[in-house]
């Protein structure tokens, strides 16, 4: 009897031990996958990016089981935060993807790999997730953030306000030239330092001398897609203005057409190459090459605010037709500017 009511509570006792192993491992399983507020700082540093904020609020939408999950957590963390937290601890080790774009690493300074460097920092390894009780500004501090509300601001000013508020750019800073051949022409390029230009038959193109807007030095009208990526760029230098000596050089002009080929599509006041007056200087502001760096680090298809505030787009399958952007001049200093407004949507533009 003694043996038999033994072998029955050493049976007992070892369902309820596996009863409460499985237990634990799904509390475990529930904690990791659902991040809180305990030790967790309510705006990690990483997060006074907009950029970053944007990427990690659409991470939680991206994934369902995530999504459900911070709704069911109550809201005591932002979606960025609690977007920001579960990817560091648990995301990137299950292999999650970031939204389209955010994962795209332009010169390894993007979202991911900032997020990547901080896990692997956290964690002291290359593999697993970070704890669950590891405090997310911990981890933040690891990777201070590269831009802030300002530097989108610039953003917005020198390019997506000139777009109804989407930020547009070429895919990467890999450029094809066409009709640039000659050496001259083609020097043109060179103080636009970070980027890879290469001949080609389509990209930024030199279409030569032309009167079309009589007074003016030269002139720029950038296409793009649905998506917010450059499709194409046509330059024109009107040659008689410059043998009149009213323009500086066909070279400093040229330019300052490619300036606005790469994503500056307004006009800076500081005296330097892209002002809107030709004032023969070759120097490009700081502010420009900033805005630049910014600009190519950002998901196609972002929104950004006079605020300086940032969201990202879906990632569009068809790209639509190109849409021709505002014409933009460069002048002499006394003339002021014609005006154009910016051509037709899904519209594919004749060449001329």
């Given amino acids: 009897m003694n043996q038999m009511t033994s072998k029955k509570f050493n049976r007992r006792s070892v369902s309820l031990f596996s009863a409460a192993t499985v237990m634990l491992i799904a509390m475990t399983a529930c904690e990791r996958e659902q991040p809180t507020s305990r030790g967790v700082s309510q705006t990690p540093d990483a997060?006074?990016?907009?950029?970053?904020?944007?990427?990690?609020?659409?991470y939680v939408d991206l994934h369902e089981d995530l999504a459900k999950a911070y709704k069911n957590s109550g809201g005591s963390l932002s979606p960025q935060v609690w977007g920001y937290t579960h990817f560091l601890r648990n995301g990137k080790a299950e292999g999650r993807a970031l939204p389209p774009g955010c994962a795209e690493i332009q010169r390894g300074d993007g979202p991911a790999a900032v997020a990547s460097a901080a896990v692997s920092s956290a964690s002291g390894s290359t593999s697993g997730a970070t704890s669950a009780t590891q405090p997310a500004a911990t981890v933040a501090s690891i990777a201070p953030p590269r831009y802030t509300a300002p530097d989108y601001q610039l953003v917005h000013r020198l390019n997506?306000?000139?777009?109804?508020?989407?930020?547009?750019?070429?895919?990467?800073?890999?450029?094809?030239?066409?009709?640039?051949?000659?050496?001259?022409?083609?020097?043109?390029?060179?103080?636009?330092?970070?980027?890879?230009?290469?001949?080609?038959?389509?990209?930024?193109?030199?279409?030569?001398?032309?009167d079309k807007f009589a007074g003016s030095c030269g002139w720029a009208i950038p296409y793009w897609y649905a998506n917010y990526e450059f499709a194409r760029c046509d330059i024109w230098i009107n040659i008689s203005t410059h043998t009149q000596g009213r323009c500086g050089s066909v070279g400093s002009t040229i330019t300052h057409e490619v300036g606005?080929?790469?994503?500056?599509?307004?006009?800076?006041?500081?005296?330097?190459?892209?002002?809107?007056?030709?004032?023969?200087?070759?120097?490009?502001?700081?502010?420009?090459?900033?805005?630049?760096?910014?600009?190519?680090?950002?998901?196609?298809?972002?929104?950004?605010?006079?605020?300086?505030?940032?969201?990202?787009?879906?990632?569009?399958?068809?790209r639509g037709d190109m849409i021709e952007g505002e014409t933009i001049f460069v002048m002499p200093e006394d003339k002021a500017a014609p005006s154009k407004k910016r051509g037709a949507i899904s519209v594919t533009p004749t060449l001329e």
């Fill in 260 to 318: 606005h080929c790469l994503g500056i599509l307004a006009h800076t006041s500081d005296g330097t190459l892209m002002d809107p007056k030709a004032n023969g200087s070759m120097e490009i502001s700081p502010d420009v090459r900033r805005m630049l760096d910014i600009l190519y680090t950002m998901p196609l298809n972002s929104r950004v605010a006079a605020s300086g505030s940032v969201s990202v787009g879906k990632e569009l399958v068809d």
């Fill in 47 to 58: 997060l006074s990016d907009p950029l970053m904020v944007a990427c990690f609020a659409a």
């Fill in 160 to 210: 997506a306000s000139f777009t109804g508020g989407k930020a547009v750019r070429w895919k990467s800073r890999s450029i094809t030239l066409k009709n640039f051949e000659p050496t001259n022409i083609f020097a043109a390029v060179k103080p636009w330092e970070g980027f890879k230009f290469s001949h080609g038959e389509s990209g930024i193109t030199y279409r030569g001398a032309s």
